[in-house]
C-alpha cells in the first residue's frame, strides 16, 4: 500500500485528531470506494461555513452522541467534501484549506489554485 498523497504532492498529514476526522476517523482526509462524499479536503471551519452547510443540510455545528461526534465550532479542522467546499466556494464562504492534509483527490472537484487561495499558513 502506497501513501496516500496531498495537492501539493507529498504525504497526506494529520488534518485533526481533537475533534477526530476523516470519513475513517483516522484524523487523515483519506477517501475509498464507500466514501461516496468524498471527504477530502482539510479545512478550518468558519461560523459562515458552519451556517451555510447547515442551510444546505448538513449540520456539523450540533453534537450528535449517537454518532460520537462533538458538533464543530469556528476554528476546528475537519475533513469536508469536495463539493460542499466548491458549493461553499460559489457562495463566497469556502473555509480556509491545509494543503499538506487535503487529499490529491480533491483535485478532482476544485483546482489548485482555488484551493492555494484559500490555504492557510501553518
Not at 450528535?64 to 461553499?88: H, M, T, V
Not at 460559489?90 to 494543503?99: H, R, T
Not at 483527490?105 to 501553518?122: G, I, N, P, Y
Request: hydrophobic share 35%; aromatic share 8%; glycine share 8%.
Amino acid at each position: 500500500m502506497t501513501e496516500a498523497k496531498n495537492v501539493i504532492g507529498t504525504n497526506l498529514e494529520v488534518c485533526c485528531t481533537s475533534p477526530m476526522t476523516g470519513y475513517y476517523r483516522d484524523g487523515l482526509c483519506r477517501t475509498g470506494g464507500q466514501d461516496f462524499g468524498s471527504h477530502v479536503i482539510c479545512a478550518q471551519v468558519t461560523a459562515e461555513f458552519l451556517d451555510f452547510t447547515k442551510s444546505r443540510g448538513n449540520d456539523l455545528s450540533t453534537p450528535a452522541p449517537d454518532y460520537n461526534f462533538p458538533g464543530l465550532k469556528p476554528g476546528d479542522r475537519w475533513c469536508l467534501c469536495a463539493s460542499r467546499w466548491q458549493e461553499a466556494l460559489e457562495a463566497g464562504v469556502a473555509p480556509p484549506v491545509v494543503l499538506s492534509s487535503t487529499h490529491a483527490r480533491a483535485l478532482e472537484v476544485v483546482s489548485l489554485d482555488e484551493l492555494k487561495q484559500h490555504a492557510l499558513s501553518v
